[in-house]
């Protein structure tokens, strides 16, 4: 990995991007903050920070997050766009325009699937969070990390992790995070922040949702499903299914556990979490994929359809 370039191409960049894939999680938000950060604070920068989809309201306590924007010109012409937490170009819809046009790209990410399409790549599958990554690559090249920067990769590393539960959860996690609460991070806010503040509306959705839930295969497998008229119900906001498939994966007799959510009557959007079995593969089936243990997909079906496919593809892995 080139460091000295990774350097030289922020300093001699005067219009800067920062991407992160659609509708972003928690991972995706905080290295966004702490990327805008750091150049700041490094070269006295402003960049810009693109939000494709929606801000859940639990980050908006991010440093700097509130320099986002939802909207974007397509004519724009950047000199450098950083990418990050983006597992695939097709996860930037109608906004990959900025990154074509862009003179050079950055491209920042942990998942496997990861195809490195940017002029330069820091892609580390063994890493935890892109928050990790990039916390690695400031201090490869030397770069202070202030205190407000420091937040932004605690809540990437924290929210990737599921609290430090997963199995993404590695001795150098513990590591990094040390570090970023050496440097004043207090985590029992940050917790607050991103776990304890949620809507009635949105528990009340996870609750209906999680009532209504499948089971097949002698309950190894777990699923439930999100129609658009179930949002309308709740007032549900892009982010109100967040948690639900880790929540059904935590029966103790599933193995493999979905959310099959309604895009419109032609396709469906796909979340999968295991306990054992390489989910990227089976959304791979589908043009998807993510890490072992959590993946997506989006299948061109409408959700009943999608439904039936995805758990013919289940089965057929679990049977081997």
């Known amino acids: ?18 991407m992160t894939h659609i509708n972003p999680d928690g991972d995706a938000l905080g290295s966004a903050s702490s990327m805008y950060t750091t150049i700041y604070d490094t ?10 989809g929606h801000l859940p309201n639990c980050y908006k306590f991010l440093p700097n997050i509130d320099k986002s924007s939802l909207e974007f010109d397509g004519s724009m012409v950047y000199d450098l766009v950083i990418c990050l937490d983006v597992a695939s170009l097709d996860r930037l819809s109608n906004a990959k325009i900025l990154f074509d046009k862009a003179l050079k790209k950055i491209n920042i990410d942990h998942h496997k699937t990861n195809n490195n399409y940017g002029d330069l790549n820091f892609v580390n599958p063994k890493a935890s969070s892109t928050g990790e990554v990039l916390q690695d690559i400031y ?22 992790t599921g609290g430090f539960r997963y199995e993404n959860t590695s001795e150098n996690v513990f590591k990094s995070a040390a570090q970023l609460v050496k440097i004043g991070v207090n985590p029992n806010e940050i917790y607050k922040n991103c776990y304890e503040k949620k809507s009635k509306n949105f528990v009340m959705f996870q609750n209906y949702c999680v009532n209504k839930a499948g089971f097949e295969h002698n309950n190894q497998i777990a699923y439930t499903t999100v129609y ?20 059904l994966r935590a ?17 469906t959007k796909i979340s999968m979490r ?5 989910v990227a593969e089976i959304c791979s089936v589908y043009g998807g994929g993510g890490h072992t243990f959590a993946a997506g997909c989006i299948v061109k079906t409408g959700i009943d359809g999608t439904v039936k496919r ?3 593809t289940i089965e057929e892995k679990l049977n081997g």
């Open 274 to 278: 295991s306990k054992n079995a390489d």
């Open 1 to 18: 990995m080139n460091f000295n370039q990774f350097e030289q191409l922020i300093k001699n960049s005067t219009k800067i991007l920062i």
């Open 310 to 312: 995805i758990l013919k």
């Open 43 to 52: 070269f006295k920068k402003k960049s810009d920070i693109l939000i494709i």
């Open 139 to 160: 201090n490869k090249i030397g770069w202070t990390i202030s205190l407000d920067s420091a937040i932004g990769l605690y809540t990437a590393i924290l929210t990737d």
């Open 228 to 247: 658009k008229k179930d949002l309308e119900k709740y007032k549900a906001e892009e982010d109100f299914t967040e948690g639900l498939v880790e929540t």
């Open 251 to 267: 029966i103790d007799t599933t193995e493999i556990a979905f959310i099959a959510k309604e895009i419109d009557s032609k396709s």
